[in-house]
Nanobody
Framework: QVQLVESGGGLVQAGGSLRVSCAAS????????LGWFRQAPGEEREFVAR????????FTTDFALDRFTISKDDAKNTVYLQMNRLKPEDTAVYYC??????????????????WGQGTQVTVSP
């Protein structure tokens, strides 16, 4: 089992920054990658970014490419999503998810086996 705990969400004005964290525990050696997803009210959960557990491979979706950065602290088994120049449309619950199986499509929720409880990010106009 892998446990994931997100933190760092909150309320910020448009143009501001936030960093959300995802701390992994349990069988972390089984993790091949960690991803960030988000879900706005009434919307489907969508992919934001992904980092390999080794930290040598990252991918960020187009809408976040020049604003969001994913990174990892190996000593803390923690993955971060630094979000800059936030927009009201970035308002959502942000979830981290652990992938333990190889071969899945990184942008699909079904490729991930463990999920955190989510952290709310609200961007005011």
């Amino acid at each position: 089992q892998v446990q994931l705990v997100e933190s760092g969400g909150g309320l910020v004005q448009a143009g501001g920054s936030l960093r959300v964290s995802c701390a992994a525990s349990g069988r972390t050696l089984s993790i091949s990658a960690l991803g960030w997803f988000r879900q706005a009210p009434g919307e489907e959960r969508e992919f934001v970014a992904r980092i390999s557990w080794s930290g040598d491979s990252t991918f960020t979706t187009d809408f976040a490419l020049d604003r969001f950065t994913i990174s990892k602290d190996d000593a803390k088994n923690t993955v971060y999503l630094q979000m800059n120049r936030l927009k009201p449309e970035d308002t959502a619950v942000y979830y981290c998810a652990a992938e333990t199986r190889l071969g899945g499509s990184y942008y699909l929720t079904s490729s991930y086996d463990y999920w955190g409880q989510g952290t709310q990010v609200t961007v005011s106009p």
